[in-house]
Every structure is written in C-alpha cells, then in structure tokens.
C-alpha cells in the first residue's frame, strides 16, 4: 500500500524558514517523480514543486520560484521542501504527491497523496 | 484567480445526476493537454477520481465519469449518494506557465 506521511509544518513568522518532510513507502521511490501540493484556507489546490526521478530536474510556481527548493534522498525514500523567506500568503495545508510518470517536474497527474502537514506563517 | 475555471457549488438530490465543468483555455486544455479529478474530503488525503480525461482508477465506482472536448472537460456524477459529498477538483498543465494548474474547486452538496 503506498503511504506518503508529510511532517515539519508549524508556526512560523514571516520571513524565517521552514523545511518538510515526507516519507514515502509502498513503492519503488526512485521510479517516480514528487510533488508538493498546497491548499491555503478557504482556497483551492495549487501546485507548488515538482521533482523527477533521479532530482536532474525540478520546477516550481512562480509565486515560490526563488524562495523554495525542493529535493529527494531516494536512498532514505523521502521528499522535502525547504521553505525560506516564508510569506503570510504561504500558509497552507502542505501535500506530499506522488507522480504517475518519472520524468516530469511539472506534473503529469497525481496518483497518490499524503493528508498534509500545516504551515502558519504569522508575527 | 485560478487558470482553470470551475463552478464554486453544484448541488443535487440522492440518486440524481450532476455535472461539474472546467474550462481552460488554448495555454491548457485548449492545446490537448489531458485533464484529470481529485475529490477532496475533509481530513482526509485527496484522491485521484478520473485520469487522462475518461479513465477511472481501480476502485472508482462507474457512477463517475470524465469527458472532454475543445477548451473544456466535465465530471459527471450519476446516482448521487450521501458520500459523495466532498470538493472536486480538475487539473491540467499549462503551457505557459510551465505548471500543473488546477481548477478551484467546486463543492458538491447532496441535498
């Protein structure tokens, strides 16, 4: 059965950092391209990062390009997001998504989703 | 504002059929880019619910079905039950952002 557990989210003020994680099992981790999914309060889903296989690529969206970066340990089957420069405007619940495919950091579709982890940016 | 447009509610009676569109554009759906359905219910992880347009996962039942044509696509729900009730959202990539995008939802209610 494959289960993506995020973790890491909290309360942080504006402009610190943050890092999540999410730990993968159930599948072949290194076959796969992740993602980072978010939904603010009240909001829909926005796609955040993606990252392929083997990490020789990844994308972000506009609104965190520069301020966030994502990675893989495909040795320990984990996923992370290193959030700085942290913004009011990126609290939100945090999912972790599993790729259909293993080549695309902006996304195919998502087959397979963790119940998130939550990020509150506040003073 | 989010690039794929989705009705914010859609409602409908047990045992009733309702649609839920996503229109895009020619930076999205408009260029054959395939559209895809999460259902999200509260507290728990969303779940994929319709692949490359039409396709169901194993384990979604036949009463979801996913159609699409031109610059849009639609989830159709027949014999709505209870459970059903939940927020539903299409996604698709965009060309110009360079981006999965998605559609911002639309919540269903079983009345």
């Known amino acids: 059965e494959v289960q993506l557990v995020e973790s890491g989210g909290g309360l942080v003020q504006p402009g610190r950092s943050l890092r999540l994680s999410c730990a993968a099992s159930g599948f072949t981790f290194n076959d796969y391209a992740m993602h980072w999914v978010r939904q603010a309060p009240g909001k829909g889903l926005e796609w955040v990062a993606g990252?392929?296989?083997?990490?020789?690529?990844?994308a972000y969206a506009d609104s965190v390009k520069g301020r966030f970066t994502i990675s893989r340990d495909n040795a320990k089957n984990y996923l992370y997001l290193q959030m700085n420069s942290l913004r009011p405007e990126d609290m939100a619940l945090y999912f972790c998504a599993k790729d259909v495919g293993t080549y695309d950091s902006s996304g195919t579709y998502f087959d397979h989703w963790g119940q998130g982890t939550l990020v509150t940016v506040a003073s | 504002q989010s690039v794929l447009t989705q009705p914010p509610s859609v409602s409908g009676a047990p045992g009733q059929r309702v649609t839920i569109s996503c229109t895009g554009n020619s930076s999205n759906i408009g260029v054959g880019y395939d559209v895809h359905w999460y259902q999200l219910l509260p507290g728990t992880a969303p779940k994929l619910l319709i692949y490359r347009n039409n396709i169901r996962p194993s384990g979604v039942p036949d009463r979801f079905s996913g159609s699409k044509s031109a610059t849009s696509a639609s989830l159709a729900i027949t014999g709505l039950q209870a459970e059903d009730e939940a927020d539903y959202y299409c996604q698709s990539y965009d060309t110009r952002l360079s981006a999965s995008v998605f559609g911002g939802g639309t919540k269903l209610t079983v009345l």
């Open positions: 990252i392929v296989w083997n990490s020789g690529s990844s």
